[in-house]
């Protein structure tokens, strides 16, 4: 029902936005995210659940598999009027939004948010722009001056006392993990790094099973090619990359093998240049594309828990050899 203005990742928004900027994007668009502040925390208990309920008649769903709704609704209402925590030694009861990290907590705040949401959503459309939220965070592209946004925000923080709007206007901003930037009327991605990204992946001297080690530059590689929307970009996204990685105790040769099986799977057999970057580019953009690996199970756990006990026979091999080091 929402997933034409929900989603729930960079890729998704990129995709939209692609397509979107090829007609409406001017030197003058703006870009605007939006947090939420503190939307688990703030939805007034009561009005929670009847947003719940709402969606429920919306959709008009009398039951869930065996479930009656009128069911539903009197557990939703048990568990989020009984949470409580402890702190510094005191018992507290929470008489206000729900607690964080609850799955129920996530669907009432999109159940609310989505009631929320719905005048703008319309506003934003009747002028040709796009508007995406992901739980608490929106992001609207749009061909208003800056003043006029400004004054609608304002607008939409007074729709409800229980919402709280935080804006940021700009000609670049980035949304999850996807940096935009409006250069003159073109459209520019790349991929965001948070201020403080740490280089650190699964170690390969892990004792994970293989799959996991390989799809980690296999995707990572993916995600620099569908967001980097230059080929000098994707080059240092890729050397960054590498580097990591390597940080990380991966082989070279391991490294050069899963960027081959990437471009490999989007049919690339040459070489990416400046001069068919934005092709290639753009096929894989528009590849749908889900990894699904056969595993065996029971050679995985098995390989598993063959290396966690190597391991600790290792170490204790080490341990003694220190200690009678020690000793002479």
Same mark, same amino acid.
């Given at each position: 029902?929402?997933?034409?203005?929900?989603?729930?990742?960079?890729?998704?928004?990129?995709?939209?936005?692609?397509?979107?900027?090829?007609?409406?994007?001017?030197?003058?668009?703006?870009?605007?995210?939006?947090?939420?502040?503190?939307?688990?925390?703030?939805?007034?208990?009561?009005?929670?659940?009847?947003?719940?309920?709402?969606?429920?008649?919306?959709?008009?769903?009398?039951?869930?598999?065996?479930?009656?709704?009128?069911?539903?609704?009197?557990?939703?209402?048990?568990?989020?009027?009984?949470?409580?925590?402890?702190?510094?030694?005191?018992?507290?009861?929470?008489?206000?939004?729900?607690?964080?990290?609850?799955?129920?907590?996530?669907?009432?705040?999109?159940?609310?948010?989505?009631?929320?949401?719905?005048?703008?959503?319309?506003?934003?459309?009747?002028?040709?722009?796009?508007?995406?939220?992901?739980?608490?965070?929106?992001?609207?592209?749009?061909?208003?001056?800056?003043?006029?946004?400004?004054?609608?925000?304002?607008?939409?923080?007074?729709?409800?006392? !229980?919402?709280? *709007?935080?804006?940021?206007?700009?000609? +670049?901003?980035?949304? @999850?993990? =996807?940096?935009?930037? %409006?250069?003159?009327?073109?459209?520019?991605?790349?991929?965001?790094?948070?201020?403080?990204?740490?280089?650190?992946?699964?170690?390969?001297?892990?004792?994970?099973?293989?799959?996991?080690?390989?799809?980690?530059?296999?995707?990572?590689?993916?995600?620099?090619?569908?967001?980097?929307?230059?080929?000098?970009?994707?080059?240092?996204?890729?050397?960054?990359?590498?580097?990591?990685?390597?940080?990380?105790?991966?082989?070279?040769?391991?490294?050069?093998?899963?960027?081959?099986?990437?471009?490999?799977?989007?049919?690339?057999?040459?070489?990416?240049?400046?001069?068919?970057?934005?092709?290639?580019?753009?096929?894989?953009?528009?590849?749908?594309?889900?990894?699904?690996?056969?595993?065996?199970?029971?050679?995985?756990?098995?390989?598993?828990?063959? !290396?966690?006990? *190597?391991?600790?026979?290792?170490?204790? +091999?080490?341990?003694? @050899?220190? =200690?009678?080091?020690? %000793?002479?």
């Amino acid at each position: 029902m929402a997933s034409k203005t929900t989603i729930t990742s960079g890729f998704e928004l990129l995709k939209h936005l692609k397509r979107w900027s090829i007609i409406n994007m001017r030197s003058a668009t703006l870009f605007c995210t939006i947090d939420v502040s503190d939307l688990y925390t703030m939805i007034p208990q009561v009005e929670g659940v009847l947003a719940l309920k709402k969606m429920l008649d919306h959709l008009q769903l009398k039951k869930i598999k065996d479930l009656k709704t009128e069911a539903i609704i009197r557990l939703a209402r048990f568990v989020i009027q009984n949470n409580y925590f402890s702190y510094n030694k005191q018992y507290y009861h929470q008489t206000r939004g729900g607690a964080m990290g609850s799955p129920l907590t996530l669907t009432i705040a999109n159940c609310y948010m989505f009631f929320f949401e719905q005048d703008i959503i319309r506003q934003i459309n009747n002028s040709f722009g796009l508007y995406f939220r992901y739980i608490d965070d929106i992001f609207i592209v749009i061909n208003w001056p800056n003043r006029h946004l400004l004054q609608q925000v304002d607008r939409w923080n007074k729709f409800d006392d !229980n919402i709280k *709007l935080i804006v940021n206007i700009s000609h +670049q901003v980035n949304f @999850l993990d =996807l940096y935009m930037e %409006n250069q003159d009327g073109i459209l520019f991605t790349n991929v965001f790094h948070k201020p403080s990204y740490e280089p650190y992946y699964l170690p390969f001297n892990s004792i994970h099973p293989l799959h996991m080690k390989r799809n980690i530059p296999f995707t990572m590689l993916l995600r620099a090619i569908r967001y980097c929307s230059t080929f000098q970009e994707y080059l240092d996204e890729r050397g960054k990359l590498r580097m990591d990685l390597i940080l990380n105790k991966y082989p070279i040769k391991f490294i050069d093998q899963q960027f081959n099986r990437m471009l490999q799977k989007f049919n690339i057999n040459e070489l990416l240049t400046m001069y068919n970057y934005n092709t290639l580019r753009q096929r894989v953009i528009d590849t749908p594309y889900e990894e699904k690996v056969p595993i065996d199970h029971r050679t995985t756990l098995l390989t598993h828990f063959y !290396n966690h006990y *190597l391991l600790k026979w290792l170490q204790k +091999q080490q341990l003694h @050899l220190v =200690l009678n080091c020690s %000793n002479i």
